[in-house]
């Protein structure tokens, strides 16, 4: 008998599991749960707002940044002005590079000179760059010949492909008002002759910037009688003249793309 009555109770308590629950009682969800879920879902509702504004916003910095990166690159006009000179020293190949940028007279007004796009505001400097030819690389210099000087730029860029400046050696001629010297004759290309040929074929630098700074050799010529008639307040930041300078070094690491490393940037933040 007992054994007929478990069976009964667990037949009944079965089919009541199983039995769809029905009528207004058991279809009513309690009200702090009901609470619970409405602040859940309004807090994923207001989580996914936030997301998208912030996405949003972060892609309108990301569009002024990149348009003012197009920009400067616009104006700082990079181009590769002659065609790659090749010059042999035995059984090693030297190519150099003539460059030209422009960049501002004034980095102060540099926001001004911007928005105008003010050609008059700015000066043209040149470089050039004294690097070895690898084998390999021979037949891809000399496609540069018939290029325009912009695109020789842009493909010397994109081939040299730089990440840092570390293999780059910038030289300063420090004046009194001479440009660099010229990358062969002024300088001898064997390890002995010149100090540049020593940091080239001793391995201890992939390239060589040779600057004509700021008003010497081939860059823009800039007297102080021109400066006064153009621009009668310049002269207000004779003191800033290391300041400009030094932000002109900055022009052309950015022509090759070159991000500044860490250790530059503690040397920075320690001034």
Do not use: C
Not at 9 to 38: C, D, F, I, M
Not at 104 to 121: C, F, L, M, R, S
């Amino acid at each position: 008998t007992d054994t007929v009555v478990s069976s009964t109770e667990s037949t009944t308590a079965t089919k009541k599991a199983t039995e769809p629950r029905t009528g207004w009682l058991h279809n009513t969800v309690p009200k702090a749960r009901q609470k619970q879920q409405q602040q859940q879902q309004l807090q994923q509702t207001l989580r996914g707002r936030m997301i998208s504004n912030t996405m949003n916003d972060n892609k309108d910095i990301s569009d002024k940044k990149h348009l003012l990166y197009e920009m400067k690159v616009k104006q700082r006009d990079h181009r590769i002005i002659a065609q790659p000179a090749f010059h042999a020293n035995g059984d090693t190949q030297f190519v150099v590079t003539e460059h030209k940028i422009s960049v501002p007279i004034a980095y102060d007004n540099q926001e001004k000179i911007d928005e105008k796009e003010d050609k008059e505001g700015r000066i043209d400097v040149y470089f050039s760059v004294l690097e070895i030819v690898k084998d390999d690389d021979i037949g891809w210099w000399k496609s540069l010949n018939n290029k325009s000087p912009k695109e020789r730029a842009e493909l010397y860029v994109k081939k040299i492909d730089l990440k840092d400046a570390n293999g780059l050696m910038l030289y300063l001629q420090g004046g009194p008002g001479f440009g660099s010297p010229a990358p062969v004759s002024g300088l001898g290309l064997s390890s002995t002759g010149s100090w540049a040929g020593k940091a080239l074929l001793g391995n201890y630098y992939e390239r060589i910037i040779l600057m004509d700074q700021r008003g010497t050799g081939k860059s823009t010529p800039i007297t102080k009688q021109w400066l006064e008639k153009k621009y009668p307040d310049l002269f207000l930041l004779d003191r800033q003249d290391d300041k400009m300078n030094t932000q002109t070094l900055e022009e052309i690491r950015l022509s090759f793309n070159v991000t500044k490393n860490e250790g530059e940037k503690v040397m920075e933040a320690e001034k």
